[in-house]
């Protein structure tokens, strides 16, 4: 049983991770789009700002689920960006 739950984790680990860079790339896509055609300086800082919410959000929660003793700092990490935007 110990065997199969170390197994389970293991494949949670991997699933909450595909999906995390599959966000991060995404985000990071739109990001460079904006970068690239930097046309409206005060509008894109702000579009920058929400885009980098996806990253942010999705490597603190893989990280609290594989690190759970962290979650407390990583949340604090979460809402502080979640102010600033």
């Known amino acids: 049983q110990d065997q199969f739950s170390t197994e389970n984790s293991f494949m949670i680990y991997q699933l909450a991770g595909?999906?995390?860079m599959l966000g991060c790339?995404?985000?990071m896509w739109h990001?460079?789009?904006h970068l690239r055609?930097?046309?409206q300086p005060f509008v894109q800082r702000k579009i920058l700002a929400i885009?980098?919410?996806c990253p942010i959000y999705?490597?603190?929660s893989w990280l609290s689920l594989v690190l759970p003793k962290l979650e407390?700092?990583?949340a604090i990490l979460k809402d502080l960006y979640e102010?600033?935007?």
């Open 18 to 20: 595909t999906f995390t």
């Open 25 to 27: 790339l995404i985000s």
């Open 31 to 33: 990001m460079t789009s």
């Open 37 to 39: 055609n930097f046309n």
């Open 51 to 53: 885009l980098w919410m």
């Open 58 to 60: 999705s490597v603190t």
């Open 72 to 74: 407390g700092y990583l």
């Open 83 to 85: 102010a600033y935007v």
